[in-house]
């Protein structure tokens, strides 16, 4: 494959949290249609983990971590970036806090685009959402699948906590296999409850469970991005990349 | 843990390549101490696939890649990365020019530090090199090894050739497991040669073959991140990172 077109350099607003982003870069190489290293699509990675976690300001309980995330989205903007990408949910509450910091270059919606997939694979359905509390609380994918004429459904407060104590399992590191064993009652009754899929609507999630599982939401964020980027390219091309 | 030293931002300067950067900024992430996203090191990644090809360079047969390293120093510097890492061992073949590029900002070499891990694991052994033909023929491990009393031990040249084809191979994103096989002939005879240890000398051998078989360079110098990213913070905390 000899390419053209010129790739869009893409920027990832990271970090939150580190093993989450090294995740979703990961699934942006695999996406990549390459057979050499040329193939590939430039990216720009600011991963600062010292953002204030998103959930506990949702919850009122900590900083905006907005400064953080507008310094990101500076630095990125500066290094040439010409499309944002952050794999984050949680930090979607502040996309138009980003998208103004980062303006004109545009900055993908990652739970939009993760509507938008589930709709088109399963118009109609329900659709569970594992997320982090505070996610759920600004209620990104309530509305994002509601708008796409799906039927979201959340954990009880109960199981609610189960899956953030994973989620911050793998923040921190901890065993995967029990981190897996905190979300299974959430899963469980979200299928029990009539999801016919459920999104793994933290980029943590993937870390632990089986894509078979559930919709990942990391992995349509980076098809997304490699559908962007490459879209010069296969306009001259027709590269296969979808 | 609380923290009350403040890491470095580290630069790496990857893409070269991508699937070999995403496995560096994992084992980064996954050597840190950390119990929340907060503990890890702020991280600015310039992936730059489009850099010239290092042992295409190396060999004559392709342009100098030294620009794009320079403008991607750079950026680094200019994100306001405070220590430098290069996730590619070829690479390390214009390791001068990144770090006249990047000073003051301390570029930290891949090959010295695994050539220093070697050498205190097994003082004075026989060591392999599975690496490009580009770090061979820039007798960046032969002259590192031999200067930390070690005797390197490269494959021949026929072998040399299914150790290239397999780098190529996971860089195109090919089956694995086919990769694992081009390089057997090149573990085996090394090992077979008198070889007590075999280095994983280029980024893309780690995804192939197992850690038990190679010490892992990409590992090493992940190691050597966090170490010196955390110094600051260990000296406070005594932090138990190694």
Same mark, same amino acid.
């Given at each position: ?28 190489? !695999? ?5 050499? =290293?040329?193939?590939?699509?430039? @990216? ?8 204030? =976690? ?5 919850? $009122?309980?900590? #900083?905006? #971590? &907005? #400064? ?19 794999? /984050? ?10 998208? &103004? ?32 509390? $505070? ?26 906590? $189960? ?6 399992? @793998?923040?921190?590191?901890? =065993? ?8 299974? #009652? ?7 409850? $009539? ?6 609507? /933290? ?30 390219? !296969? ?5 296969? /990349?979808?």
């Amino acid at each position: 494959m000899t390419r053209r077109g010129r790739a869009l350099k893409v920027g990832i607003l990271g970090g939150m949290g580190p093993a989450a982003t090294a995740d979703f870069y990961t699934k942006l190489v !695999r996406s990549t249609p390459a057979v050499t =290293d040329q193939d590939h699509v430039p @990216v720009v990675i600011w991963a600062d983990p010292t953002i204030p =976690d998103r959930t506990a300001a949702l919850l $009122g309980q900590g #900083p905006d #971590p &907005s #400064p953080w995330l507008e310094q990101g989205a500076h630095a990125l903007v500066l290094a040439g970036a010409e499309l944002l990408a952050i794999p /984050c949910n949680t930090a979607h509450a502040f996309l138009d806090t980003v998208r &103004s910091a980062a303006s004109p270059v545009h900055v993908l919606d990652m739970v939009a685009e993760t509507a938008a997939e589930v709709a088109r694979l399963q118009p109609g359905a329900t659709v569970g959402v594992l997320a982090t509390t $505070g996610t759920l609380k600004a209620e990104l994918y309530q509305h994002a699948l509601a708008g796409r004429g799906l039927t979201p459904l959340v954990p009880d407060d109960t199981t609610q906590l $189960g899956v953030m104590s994973a989620i911050r399992h @793998v923040k921190a590191g901890g =065993d995967l296999a029990e981190a897996r064993q905190l979300t299974a #009652p959430a899963l469980q009754s979200l299928y029990r409850s $009539g999801a016919t899929a459920v999104v793994a609507a /933290c980029t943590e999630i993937p870390l632990l469970l089986q894509s078979s599982d559930v919709v990942d939401a990391t992995a349509v964020l980076a098809r997304a991005v490699v559908r962007r980027a490459l879209a010069d390219v !296969r306009a001259i091309e027709g590269n296969p /990349c979808h």
